[in-house]
């Protein structure tokens, strides 16, 4: 986790660099705000991210002379054929048009979601692919 803190603590940096400079040059409140606190949410991660890399020991990641079969095999398991995440991405899209044009939009694109993440949730309940 040494790479990621280190990272994010670079970002840290960054984002106060740029927010002092934006804040010399423009003078809006609102962009510097936006830029703080962008580099404080990084400061946040970084802090985070070095405290528990510091508990928990090096990863495979973290090593230059690692092998990939050091690495945890089960990272859990990916479907390979659904396509429920493309109407669950429709369903969220008509909810963001809907906030923007009309309310029943909104109404459409939630029961979109719905439908589909039922579907996404039981697909391996029924049909071919049941277990």
Known sequence: MKAEGLLFAIGT????IVAIAYWILSHDPVGV?????TGGLCFLISFFML????RVGYRPED??????SDADPDYGFFSP????????????ALIAIGFVFAVWVVVLGLGV?????????????RGAWAE
């Open 81 to 92: 054929h659904s396509w429920w995440p493309l109407p669950v991405g429709v369903g969220s």
């Open 113 to 125: 979601l719905f439908v589909s993440l039922v579907g996404f949730v039981y697909e391996y309940y």
């Open 51 to 54: 405290y528990a890399g510091r």
């Open 33 to 37: 705000v936006a830029l703080a606190l």
């Open 63 to 68: 090593r230059s002379d690692a092998e990939i």
């Open 13 to 16: 940096v960054f984002f106060g």
